[in-house]
């Protein structure tokens, strides 16, 4: 599926668990989901757009639409994210917490709204089965990410 595909998939699934999981709740700003890269370690990620006044960008890794990656396990990433633009991360909501992660801020809404299960579900397939995805997308999962200016030191000798 090209990635134009994937996030009209994206869009079509955040606004339903928006709608299911925060409706007492409201989308403050622009806020635009779309597929990230390929990172080893990173399912998905929030940022601003421009400013938080402005907008909220969530970019989820594709690999998450690996055909051996169930569901949940985008709908749990999304819902991550969707709890930091809600708690005031890289959004204009009210930031009530210094931290993004501190004391399982994350965790203990995502229980609150009812997804202790599925949270704890996929925190155990990924840790079983993430590097067998990132094997069969090419990647190599014991590769350490170089340090940038390196990394453009040899592209430039190549
Ligand atoms: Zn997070």
Redesign the pocket.
């Known amino acids: 599926m090209p990635y134009k595909e994937y996030d009209t998939y994206l869009a079509k699934k955040t606004a339903n668990l928006i709608r299911e999981n925060f409706y007492e709740k409201e989308i403050t700003n622009l806020l635009v989901v779309k597929t990230g890269k390929k990172w080893k370690r990173t399912l998905g ?1 929030i940022k601003t757009l421009e400013t938080k006044e402005y907008g909220s960008l969530i970019e989820i890794n594709p690999l998450l639409f690996d055909i051996e990656t169930p569901e949940f396990i985008l709908d749990y990433v999304i819902m ?2 969707l709890t ?1 633009y809600f708690q005031g991360f890289a959004s204009n909501h009210e930031k009530k917490h210094r931290y ?2 501190k004391g399982r801020i ?1 965790e203990k809404e995502l229980e609150r709204l009812g997804w202790k299960e599925i949270q704890e579900k996929s925190d155990l397939w990924l840790k079983a089965n993430w590097t067998k995805i990132l094997l069969k997308n090419g990647l190599d999962p014991r590769v350490k990410r170089k340090p940038k200016r390196k990394k453009l030191f040899r592209l430039f000798f190549r």
């Open positions: 990620h991550h994210e930091h993004p992660h994350v």
